[in-house]
């Protein structure tokens, strides 16, 4: 695993899920549906599929974190997962924030 295919892969699928989340759980126009858990979920599975042997496929610090206490990412990594997760999950809200400057925040 080279650590910046597996940074970009972890920062571009944190940014789809936490977009996909922000958008199906906070926008008014969504309130009534329920089809949030098949978009998070197939969100998720995408990512796992298209960059799980790239990554691991955490996509959320804790995941990464848990995965190292198991012993399913290496520790010496750890940083890449929680660096690269967090600044896909902000650079995520800024985009989403953009045009729905009026979004109450989730509850």
């Given at each position: ?81 929680i660096v690269a ?11 989403f924030k953009a ?9």
């Amino acid at each position: 695993m080279l650590p910046y295919w597996a940074f970009l892969a972890e920062f571009l699928f944190t940014f789809a899920l936490v977009y996909v989340v922000l958008n199906v759980a906070t926008i008014d126009a969504t309130k009534g549906n329920s089809y949030f858990g098949l978009a998070i979920g197939f969100t998720v599975l995408a990512g796992a599929f298209a960059v799980g042997q790239v990554s691991g496929a955490a996509f959320n610090p804790a995941v990464a974190i848990g995965a190292s206490i198991r012993v399913m990412l290496p520790w010496s990594n750890l940083w890449l997962y929680i660096v690269a997760e967090l600044l896909g999950g902000a650079a995520a809200a800024l985009v989403f924030k953009a045009p729905n400057p009026t979004s109450p925040p989730p509850s």
